[in-house]
């Protein structure tokens, strides 16, 4: 993952190799947290993404 402190929709759908509106889907779903900063131009933390991702490891496992 690309050291950045905030992260915009796109930049999340390029590191998980999904399209943005399957992102917007996993939001919808409560499967993707929402964004910290705005709306229009959503933003997330690095710790975020981190956190979602181990999340995710981790149920996959289970």
């Known amino acids: 993952m690309t050291e950045k402190e905030f992260y915009t ?5 390029a590191m998980l190799t ?4 399957t992102i917007l ?3 919808k779903k ?3 947290p929402n964004p910290i900063i705005g709306e229009t131009e959503p933003r997330w933390s690095r710790k ?3 956190d979602w991702e181990k999340e995710r490891e981790e149920k996959a496992n289970s």
């Not at 929709?9 to 759908?13: F, H, K, T, V």
């Not at 999904?18 to 509106?21: I, L, T």
């Open 9 to 13: 929709l796109a930049d999340i759908a």
């Open 30 to 32: 409560g499967l993707f």
């Open 18 to 21: 999904v399209s943005k509106q």
């Open 25 to 27: 889907i996993w939001r």
């Open 48 to 50: 975020q993404i981190e």
